[in-house]
């Protein structure tokens, strides 16, 4: 395929042709996966901010919220799960970079207007590349435990929203979102 040629992407019946693949940088000139060469990049300071919520019946937020889940401290393994999620990332995705992270953070929220949990998770590191899908991978991680945990109260759980908030570091520098579908 010459490198003037489109390459076509079909996802449930609907058709997507990419004119440029140099747009997307684990696609080579061929359009083939590849991982991308991050030797010549700086090792710069990088944090990703990433959040998702969980929403569920009134009953079962009382619940978690209340340490009364059967299978014990919801949150609290939810949070362990999300640690150990964002390590295994490079195991998961099969084109991240393996990365060392220098810290990890999770933090857990609801509000009195729904019943709902939100988890946000942010991911450090020193190095080459960023760690957005760390981040990423954590959230939807941690929300998957929270369902495992209390599926048998509520089946109806669904998980939403997730997404990254913020990037730092690199040479795109730093990003925020400002509202809900920011690109």
């Not at 693949?21 to 010549?40: I, L, Q, W």
């Not at 937020?61 to 999620?85: C, F, M, P, S, T």
């Not at 810290?103 to 957005?132: L, R, Y």
């Not at 997730?162 to 979102?177: F, N, P, T």
Request: hydrophobic share 40%; charged share 25%; net charge neutral.
């Amino acid at each position: 395929m010459a490198a003037n040629d489109s390459i076509s992407i079909r996802m449930r019946g609907l058709s997507t042709r990419f004119q440029n693949m140099s747009e997307f940088t684990h696609f080579d000139e061929r359009g083939r996966a590849v991982m991308v060469d991050v030797a010549d990049k700086d090792d710069t300071r990088r944090i990703a901010v990433a959040s998702g919520r969980i929403h569920m019946l009134p009953d079962t937020l009382a619940r978690i919220l209340g340490g009364q889940a059967a299978k014990g401290d919801v949150l609290g393994i939810a949070r362990i799960a999300a640690i150990q999620a964002t390590k295994r990332t490079a195991e998961l995705i099969p084109l991240c970079h393996p990365i060392a992270l220098t810290k990890v953070g999770v933090e857990f929220s609801h509000d009195a207007d729904g019943p709902w949990i939100a988890c946000t998770v942010t991911a450090e590191t020193v190095g080459k590349t960023g760690v957005e899908m760390e981040a990423l991978t954590g959230v939807s991680v941690a929300l998957l435990t929270i369902y495992d945990m209390c599926k048998a109260v509520d089946r109806g759980m669904h998980m939403d929203d997730i997404r990254l908030l913020e990037k730092q570091g690199g040479r795109s520098g730093h990003w925020r979102a400002t509202s809900v579908g920011d690109t």
